[in-house]
Structures are given as C-alpha cells and as structure tokens.
C-alpha cells in the first residue's frame, strides 16, 4: 500500500497576491503561511485485473470500474478531481495504470472551511501516483504547477498557488513571487508564539475561494483604484510580517493581523460575513489580540490571535455561539 498524508494550512498574510498575475500588478509580492496538523491522505494500491477502484470517505462513496477508460469516460461530477489528478499520469504511464489499481481517499479538513484542503488533497494524491508510476517531478514548484493546473481544471476559475507549497514542505513558509519566478522559504515554527497563540475556529459557513478571488481579480484588471489600493497594502502588511518574524519582534504580530483584516474587506465584501463579524467581535471582546480570515474568506475558519491567559475564555465565549474552536497546531518542516 503506498500512502501519503499532507497538511493543510493557515495563510497569515498576502493571500490572494499568488494569483496570477495579481502578483505583477504590484510588482512582486510575498505570501506567509503555515502548515497545520488537519491533514489530507491517500491510499493507492496496484492490482493487476485492470479494475479501477475509488473510494472517498469524505463523500461517503465508492466507484468500481471494469478498466481506467471507463474511469475517465464517466460523467459523475464526483469523480472530477479524480480523474483530473489520474489523467495525465496515465498519459505518460498508461501501461501501467492500464494494469488497475485502488485509490482511497481522506480529509479531515471539511470543504469550504478555507484551509486549502483540496490543494493539500491533490498534492497527497500526486505525491501517490508519483510513487506507483515512478514519476519524478523536477521540484517542488514542479509539483506545485501540476496540482495548480489540475485545481483550476476542476474549479473552472483562477486559482493561487500558495496553499500547495504547505502541503508539499510543512512549516512556516515564506513564498516569494517575482518576475524570474517563484521561491520558497520553509522554517520550523517550534518555538514561536505560532504554537501558543494560535487559535483556529470554525464560523460553520462554507466558502468558495475561487469565486471570491476571481472578483477581486476583475476589479485590479479594470484598474479599481480602491481594489488597488488594498492589494498593495496587504503587500506591505505582509513584508512587515516577515521581517516581524525575522527579528521576532512577536507583538506587532496582532496589528498586522488586523490591519490585513481590515484592508482584505477593501477587496471586496465578500471576503467577510455576519458570522465572522460576530466571531471576530466575541474574541477581541474577551481578551483576543486580533483575528485573521482564512483563505479568501466569506465563512470557514478564522484565525485567533491569543495569549495564554485569555485563552479558555475565548474559547467559551466562542463555543456558547455554536463556533467549532479546533484544535489544529502548526506542522514543522517535512
């Protein structure tokens, strides 16, 4: 059985920036975020009756299929990921995924939650087929480009590619974006208030990333100056973030973080929601130093900035609204 598990993630500043080509507009940019332990996991065994097998526990369903053209041809919505992943190795390797195989599938990061469990799903599941076919990809940017390109396949809108360096690396993970390319820093955040403040909640309303960014995506492509304006602050917060930790100066941390809140919201209203106003609100209230919206907002997940000693208070608070506070903690290098 070959089996790969990969994290999902908390993006802490410049989302949004990794979308192509948002990134040129403001004349490169740079995206921090951190790896968490809500993982993604697939399971891929090789048989040889040429039967194709899936199973996702996240559906809740399994498919049988008498060969991988049978696979490919079928029209169930369901099955759109998979098959976006399986078709190009079977391009390259189509002797041997003619012979069949068994691929299952998890996560435990629910859709919509804005923690980019689908990019993390999508990596376990290349990291997978990789091993059964023997294909090497060239980098870990390599790697990043298939997952990228089969995301935006499925998702029929542009998608970033911050989520999936987690995914492939853990840590804390700084992504530059420039004209010569891509490059990524990975540190290992032991030792960090990222393991001690962080608080991850759950609002309970999904979200559609995809959707969110393409609007603010239009809006910089037709010049919105308000739109404009935002991005190339949110620039500027993220810069600040990583020399804030570079040096460690850790309490111009909650600043940052509601200063990108506040400029995300300039993007575009959907990037907020009644639920996580009044999360947003209920923490700072009892004793939170800031919030961050996960992913491009309009539900999932928020994360909390919080000291110790105001911790379980937030908590409370939180859960006698109904919010889910999980108990996520940041993943260190792969």
Known sequence: MIEFKSPTRVDLSGGTLDL?????????????????????TAQLLKSNNKKIEIESLDYKKKWNFNSINDFLENTDASLNLFQNVIRPFFALYPEILNQGF????????????????????????LKAFSKL??????SNHDLVQWAHNIEACVLNTPTGTQDYYPAVSGGLNFIDYKISGISQTVMDPVKTPFVENFLLVNTGKSHHSGLNNFEVL?????????????????????DEMFDVIQTKNWIKLP???????????????AFSSPEIEKLSDIS???????????????GGCVLVWVQNQYRQKVIAACEKENFQCLSAKPVGPL
């Open 20 to 40: 192509w080509p948002i990134y040129n507009f403001v004349g490169s940019a740079k995206t921090i975020n951190l790896a968490i332990d809500i993982w993604t």
């Open 102 to 125: 068994f691929l299952k599938t998890k996560s435990e990061s629910p859709i919509g939650d804005g923690l980019g469990g689908s990019s993390s799903l999508v990596i376990s599941m």
């Open 133 to 138: 076919t023997g294909h090497q990809f060239l």
């Open 218 to 238: 239009k809006s910089a492509v037709q010049k919105n100056q308000k739109v404009m304006s935002a991005l190339f602050e949110i620039k500027k917060i993220s």
């Open 255 to 269: 600043d940052l973080f509601q200063r990108e809140y506040q400029y995300r919201l300039q993007l575009t209203p």
């Open 284 to 298: 700072l209230k009892n004793g939170a130093d800031a919030v961050k919206i996960c992913g491009a907002g309009g």
